[in-house]
C-alpha cells in the first residue's frame, strides 16, 4: 500500500498568514493527488484536485503543487472560515490512502 | 445540484450486520465510479473500497475485503455497503463519495458496534 506522510500535523496560525502543509507518498503516484479539508462534524470537501487544480467555487487564496512523491499546498492570507483539518488523497494506486491530517487552528 | 445522502447507520452487537444506502441526485450516477471511506471517532480518514460504473471493476481495502459488500443499483441512483461480521474496531462515520478521487462527499451515517 501507499503510505501518506503529512505535515505538519496542527499548526498554529493567525487570520491572514500564509500557511504551507507538504504530503509525501511512499512512491510515485503522478499527480493523483486531492487536498480536502474538513471542518469539526462536517463531512470533508475537495479543494484540489489532481494535485494543483482548484475545484470549481474554491477561492484563489488556496493553491497546491508537486508531482511524484512530494506535494505542497498552501493558503496565502488565512480567513477565519480556513481553521479546519486539511488531508490528501492519492488515487493513483488503490488501496487510496489519505495522509493522516493537519488542523490549522487559531493562534 | 450534486447530492449524496447516506443513510442505514445503527448500533449493532459484534458479530452482526448492517446495510448502508448512499442515495444521489444531481448527476448521472451511471457514468461515475463511487467509493465508501469511513472515519472511526477523533480520528483521520479511510478509504473501504470503490465500484465502477458499470459493477465490473470492485476493489476493497485489506481491512473490510471478505467482509464488507460494495454494490449499486444505477437504476435507482442508489450505492450500498453490506457490512457483515462487524466489529468493535468498525465504529465510524462512514461517507459515501463520488468518484475513486472523492471529489463530492455525502454526509455520512454513524455504525456504532457495540455489546
Known amino acids: 500500500d501507499i503510505q501518506m506522510t503529512q505535515s505538519p500535523s496542527s499548526l498554529s496560525a493567525s487570520v491572514g498568514d500564509r500557511i504551507t502543509i507538504t504530503c509525501q507518498a511512499s512512491q510515485d503516484i503522478g499527480n493523483s493527488l486531492n487536498w480536502l479539508q474538513q471542518k469539526p462534524q462536517k463531512a470533508p470537501n475537495l479543494l484540489i484536485f489532481?494535485?494543483?487544480n482548484l475545484e470549481t467555487g474554491v477561492p484563489s487564496r488556496f493553491s497546491a503543487t508537486g508531482s511524484g512523491t512530494h506535494f505542497t499546498f498552501t493558503i496565502s492570507g488565512l480567513q477565519p472560515e480556513d481553521f479546519a483539518t486539511y488531508f490528501c488523497?492519492?488515487?493513483?494506486?488503490?488501496?487510496?490512502?489519505f495522509g493522516p491530517g493537519t488542523t490549522v487552528d487559531i493562534k | 445540484q450534486v447530492q449524496l445522502v447516506e443513510s442505514g447507520g445503527d448500533l449493532v452487537k459484534p458479530g452482526g450486520s448492517l446495510r448502508l444506502s448512499c442515495a444521489a441526485s444531481g448527476f448521472d450516477f451511471s457514468d461515475y465510479y463511487m467509493s465508501w471511506i469511513r472515519q472511526a471517532p477523533g480520528k483521520g480518514l479511510e478509504w473501504l473500497s470503490y465500484i465502477s460504473s458499470r459493477d465490473n471493476t470492485i476493489y476493497y481495502t485489506d481491512s473490510v475485503r471478505g467482509r464488507f459488500t460494495i454494490s449499486r443499483d444505477n437504476a435507482k441512483n442508489t450505492l450500498f455497503l453490506q457490512m457483515h461480521s462487524l466489529r468493535t474496531d468498525d465504529t465510524a462515520v462512514y461517507y459515501c463519495?463520488?468518484?475513486?478521487?472523492?471529489?463530492?462527499w455525502g454526509q455520512g451515517t454513524l455504525v456504532t458496534v457495540s455489546s
Open positions: 488523497l492519492q488515487y493513483n494506486t488503490p488501496p487510496f490512502t
Open positions: 463519495a463520488r468518484g475513486g478521487d472523492g471529489d463530492f
Open positions: 489532481d494535485a494543483s
